[in-house]
């Protein structure tokens, strides 16, 4: 007679399960296998191991046609441990219903396409459907991202060597002190999503992840320069705070994204290749270029993913609105932009402190202030909102730039 | 007898998990319909004098108090019975291994030598074995030596706590062979107690049978015949049931039988280990 699993010395414990198992598999529930072996400590093994995996177990003893083996019957544990699973989407989100449109929460931490037993525990995620978070454009995005990454260590000139004013280096560190609180919010608010974000939509909490990092290098690089010359930064002002306050505290995904990165970010794209292009050194133009970038793709994000959820609701843009105005009013009785923040753009755009420099410096922080505006115009207007609507609610934009 | 109206079932809290289990129970028989709760001993004599002295209907019991609770019933003129048990409780065996380099090739050569086991109250882990060693001709104490590892007397060696002892003081030289459970000689290999290949089994006791839950002739016969009927119909395939039984260590619910526990009361005879147990409880449960 054919023996189902011959182990030969193989012992039970020693990998010769993995052969009895795969083949009560193949023989599925309520089947029967044959299975022989010479180790010595087979049958105690394979006694032990039916009873606790709930198989029954027979031996047969040597006859002249046939070696001693045993009869193990599969008792369909296996299958009933599945029986109830469900496959938590499909792994490829370019395929259609791969992505569900409301994700269960028993899926938890399941890779997506996951087979996931039932009974699985419920993962308190605020954030599990479709059209609230995910943009088709995600993935991409991602791994752009990931793709850009860039070592502050190598990727900025630290050590060329510049000499500048002391006002203008004051200048400088104060436009740091400056960002880098702006950038602070920027971490914390997509920081806070991650954890509320199901993890069926992979894409979007890397993509926001790696957002995340992007604003902790930022951190870095212009706390490094404004430290480059001087034992300690600039000034924070209370309004400054205050505005950026109304974004940590803001608790909706799609909100939060439009306030940060659609008119936040956006327009300090335009900051940041202002100081660039102004820059009174070459470490200072380095570390405002970078930012810029990774920026970019934010603002991408930010636009792709209202874009898709105000296509599924449009009846979600005067809600977008309304948080401007809502912000507006929050913050109307602050004082905006951190005066000196104002000044010291003024400063380096100028290049000197000779008036027709001066003059020229504030016409062009004024220039910035109209490509801010027309920049959110434009971006409003891609969401959908029609020119007076654009006009309107980039004007009520927070003074302080993000 | 216990006066609410629920059925009233005690178990030993020999693990944390032991509430979890029992209140994924109440939960799942609540919803059927039974009114059910629970009592946790912290050893197993003391559940069996609240069961004889009618302060719970039922009583998840080890084969030792399974047997106190039978002889105690008996001296009073009562019958008790098995009315349950976990699948996993059928057919079990425990092993004596040696060190895989050890001279040792019988049970014979166990003479004068030193044997660990488990706790002095483990069915399993001690006296299972040391009556089996006993048929062999080698008596306790007298033609070798007995390492008692005791881990939590009281709950009659659930805890694996002592085999694991026993095993390291083989591992260490300190015994020559050591008595564990069947399942648990692998289980020590794969968590890295036993390094692979360091021992070797050197005798296998026939089968004998565990747990079961016990009730006595005056539980109440209507709840009783629910709760029998609710567990052997709960299926490893439920999702709320599955959690419980992979808790408890079983994949089905089985009809009680009593013979596997023949090997257990002999070692009781051999050894007297209940004798003053059952003869100082007896008297005040009359």
């Given at each position: 007679m054919q023996i189902d699993v011959d182990l030969g010395s193989l012992g039970f414990s020693d990998g010769g399960h993995l052969l009895v198992k795969r083949a009560l598999r193949t023989a599925g529930p309520g089947e029967s296998i044959t299975v022989a072996g010479t180790s010595p400590e087979l049958e105690i093994d394979l006694r032990a191991w039916c009873r606790e995996s709930g198989h029954t177990l027979r031996f047969e003893p040597k006859q002249p046609d046939r070696p001693a083996h045993a009869v193990v019957t599969n008792g369909g544990a296996e299958t009933d441990r599945w029986s109830g699973a469900q496959r938590a989407g499909e792994a490829d989100a370019g395929q259609p219903g791969a992505v569900v449109s409301h994700a269960s929460r028993h899926w938890g931490l399941a890779a997506r396409s996951a087979t996931v037993e039932a009974g699985s525990p419920e993962f308190r995620f605020n954030l599990v459907d479709k059209i609230e978070v995910w943009s088709d454009d995600a993935a991409r995005l991602y791994a752009q991202a990931v793709a850009a990454q860039w070592d502050p260590k190598t990727a900025i000139p630290w050590d060329t060597p510049f000499d500048l004013d002391d006002d203008v280096e004051d200048a400088v560190v104060q436009i740091m002190t400056y960002l880098i609180e702006n950038e602070t919010a920027a971490l914390i608010v997509p920081s806070r999503f991650i954890a509320q974000l199901h993890p069926h939509f992979r894409e979007v909490m890397q993509l926001l992840a790696v957002q995340a990092a992007d604003e902790a290098r930022h951190i870095e690089v212009f706390t490094r320069r404004g430290l480059l010359k001087r034992k300690q930064l600039g000034r924070s002002t209370s309004g400054g705070q205050a505005s950026l306050k109304t974004l940590v505290d803001e608790s909706e995904f799609a909100i939060a994204s439009f306030l940060l990165s659609v008119l936040g970010e956006g327009t300090f794209l335009s900051l940041l290749w202002f100081i660039e292009r102004y820059a009174p050194d070459p470490v200072t133009a380095a570390v405002a270029r970078l930012a810029a970038q990774d920026e970019g793709r934010?603002?991408?994000?930010?636009?792709?993913?209202?874009?898709?959820?105000?296509?599924?609701?449009?009846?979600?843009?005067?809600?977008?609105?309304?948080?401007?105005?809502?912000?507006?009013?929050?913050?109307?009785?602050?004082?905006?932009?951190?005066?000196?923040?104002?000044?010291?753009?003024?400063?380096?755009?100028?290049?000197?402190?000779?008036?027709?420099?001066?003059?020229?410096?504030?016409?062009?922080?004024?220039?910035?202030?109209?490509?801010?505006?027309e920049g959110r115009q434009k971006r409003l207007r891609r969401l959908g909102f029609d020119e007076a609507e654009a006009v309107e609610l980039s004007s009520l934009h927070t003074r302080n730039f993000m | 007898m216990a006066t609410s109206s629920a059925l009233v079932m005690g178990a030993v809290a020999y693990d944390p998990k032991v509430v979890t289990i029992w209140d994924g129970f109440q939960k799942y028989f609540g919803a059927r319909g039974l009114a059910f709760d629970y009592v946790l001993f912290s050893n197993y004599e003391k559940q069996v004098e609240a069961h004889v002295l009618g302060q719970i209907h039922v009583a998840w019991n080890s084969p030792l108090a399974w047997l106190e609770a039978e002889r105690v019933a008996n001296r009073l003129g009562r019958r008790a019975e098995a009315i349950c048990m976990r699948d996993t409780d059928i057919d079990l065996t425990s092993v004596a291994v040696v060190r895989s380099e050890s001279m040792i090739r019988s049970t014979g050569d166990l003479k004068g030598k030193t044997v660990a086991v488990g706790a002095s109250d483990s069915p399993q882990a001690k006296l299972i074995p040391l009556n089996f060693l006993a048929e062999c001709g080698l008596t306790p104490e007298r033609d070798f030596r007995v390492l008692v590892f005791d881990k939590l007397v009281g709950k009659h060696g659930d805890h694996i706590g002592g085999e694991r002892d026993a095993v390291r003081a083989l591992l260490r030289g300190e015994a020559d062979a050591a008595c564990v459970l069947d399942r648990n000689h692998p289980a020590f290999v794969r968590e890295g107690t036993i390094p692979s290949g360091?021992?070797?089994?050197?005798?296998?006791?026939?089968?004998?049978?565990?747990?079961?839950?016990?009730?006595?002739?005056?539980?109440?016969?209507?709840?009783?015949?629910?709760?029998?009927?609710?567990?052997?119909?709960?299926?490893?395939?439920?999702a709320e049931v599955r959690p419980l039984f992979d808790l408890e260590g079983l994949k089905r619910w089985v009809p009680g039988r009593t013979q596997g526990y023949a090997q257990l009361s002999a070692a009781l005879n051999r050894f007297g280990t209940i004798d003053a147990f059952v003869d100082n409880l007896a008297p005040r449960c009359k």
């Open positions: 934010h603002v991408a994000f930010g636009i792709a993913h209202l874009t898709q959820h105000l296509n599924n609701d449009p009846s979600y843009r005067p809600r977008l609105a309304d948080a401007v105005q809502r912000r507006h009013d929050a913050l109307q009785h602050t004082a905006g932009l951190n005066a000196e923040v104002f000044d010291a753009l003024v400063l380096i755009a100028a290049g000197s402190w000779q008036p027709q420099d001066l003059r020229k410096g504030h016409q062009r922080v004024m220039e910035l202030t109209r490509e801010m505006d | 360091a021992t070797r089994i050197l005798a296998q006791t026939p089968v004998f049978d565990h747990c079961n839950f016990t009730i006595l002739d005056d539980a109440p016969g209507q709840q009783i015949a629910q709760f029998r009927d609710l567990l052997l119909s709960m299926s490893y395939a439920d």
